[in-house]
């Protein structure tokens, strides 16, 4: 059994960390036959397009669901998310179906569950979370190191998984590591420890992160939504506060299941992302960006992150 | 009397942030913002209002002369029904 942000798996493959517990497994994965990319039917739940290349889709038929990442693997899903049965294409690595596992395919086994899942990290400054957010290649892990480098521990990578109370939002924690693209692991130069490192089936290293292991239900309450902006020109970390419908259509274009085309799953991030944006100080962070980054980089980074948790939420 | 006025329940969700509306038209795939004006009016019609309540609820809260918000309400329902967002009902 193994732990990946608040589910337990029963499965083989690399994902997470090994579960202590002996209680029932959360999702069970099985090892199918391989995919044969044919068309797929039903009803489409999400597209991701860009530029004319599909990348994955999720169609629900029969009561399952399956979500095909194009050219590398079928993931068949049960309705209630209980099982996956994992169908790679011919020649898949097998590390780019567990880096698939703990990214696409666990994002959806949260959104079965009522959950919304955003595009980012998140790491705990003092005790209270701060979710990096934004669209791929745009610096989550990295700033996340970064962070970490400062003092800050990592709670979660590529997921930021919410949840919503009346007066409150929280994100699971419970991740290990963080996913640095090359050129990027150069980061952890700034840390007091060198990190363990290990290669991903996706081209990118793996760092062990100081992590938190409390509290007990791996989730902590968030203080600071960030949308990042890297930018070579930027001389200094600069803050944006948005409010209101900006910070929900912000938010909500963080979803990381992107293509979304189904109302009970577009429902549930449209009420997560305006709870946030009513109970969590969303903010867009311009990150001067010209690596190799410095520690007083990182610094400021932390600072002004942890100004806005400061500051609270409130307007 | 005037028509009262109520939004469309089936394929439209919504959520109220800092006095603004987010609308999502899940049959047509898109999002809307209300500002704070059009999200008191938007609060009323999702329960049904009359267009004169409309147009008193905007009276009231703004300040505003009964010309100037009949005006701005029938701009509004108008912009709403064109986006098929209502369903009406005559009393």
């Given amino acids: 059994m193994r732990r990946h942000l608040g589910l337990d798996f029963e499965t083989e493959r690399p994902i997470g960390a090994p579960s202590l517990g002996s209680c029932a497994p959360d999702v069970i994965v099985h090892e199918g036959a391989s995919a044969t990319e044919g068309s797929l039917q039903g009803v489409e739940i999400a597209a991701d397009r860009h530029l004319g290349v599909d990348y994955y889709s999720i169609f629900y038929h029969a009561e399952r669901y399956t979500l095909r990442v194009h050219t590398l693997c079928d993931f068949m899903i049960s309705r209630d998310g209980s099982t996956v049965e994992c169908r790679p294409v011919a020649g898949t690595d097998p590390d780019v179906v567990s880096v698939l596992l703990s990214g696409t395919v666990t994002a959806f086994l949260w959104m079965l569950r009522g959950r919304a899942v955003l595009h980012g990290s998140a790491v705990l400054q003092g005790s209270t979370a701060v979710a990096l957010l934004g669209q791929s290649g745009s610096g989550k892990s990295t700033v996340a190191a970064l962070c970490c480098a400062a003092g800050a521990k990592v709670l979660s990578d590529d997921l930021v998984v919410l949840e919503t109370s009346r007066d409150a939002v929280w994100c699971l924690g419970g991740a290990t590591e963080l996913r640095l693209r090359p050129g990027m692991r150069s980061v952890t130069n700034l840390w007091p420890v060198k990190p363990a490192e290990r290669e991903t089936g996706d081209g990118r290293t793996a760092i062990s992160a100081p992590s938190t292991n409390d509290p007990a239900d791996g989730r902590l309450r968030l203080g600071v939504a960030a949308l990042l902006c890297p930018s070579p020109e930027a001389a200094e970390v600069r803050l944006n506060r948005l409010h209101g419908t900006d910070a929900v259509f912000a938010l909500m274009a963080q979803s990381r299941v992107t293509g979304l085309c189904d109302i009970g799953f577009n429902a549930d991030l449209l009420a997560a992302t305006a709870a946030v944006a009513r109970h969590v100080a969303v903010v867009a962070i311009e990150v001067p960006w010209r690596p190799p980054f410095s520690l007083d980089l990182a610094g400021q980074l932390l600072d002004t992150l942890g100004g806005v948790t400061t500051a609270g939420a409130g307007r | ?91």
Avoid at chain 2, 19 to 28: E, F, N, R, S
Avoid at chain 2, 41 to 46: D, F, K, R, T, V
Avoid at chain 2, 67 to 80: C, H, K, P, T
Wanted: glycine share 8%; hydrophobic share 45%; charged share 25%.
């Fill in chain 2, 1 to 91: 009397m005037t028509a009262t006025q109520r939004l469309r329940r089936d394929g439209v969700l919504w959520q109220e942030v800092d006095g603004q509306i987010v609308v999502l038209d899940a049959d047509k795939s898109f999002f809307l913002a209300v500002n704070s004006a059009g999200a008191v009016l938007w609060q009323a019609l999702a329960e049904g209002c009359s267009t004169d309540h409309l147009a008193e609820i905007l009276v009231q809260r703004f300040g505003i002369d009964e010309g100037q918000a009949a005006s701005d309400v029938r701009r509004f329902i108008a912009d709403l029904d064109r986006r098929n967002l209502l369903e009406g009902s005559e009393v």
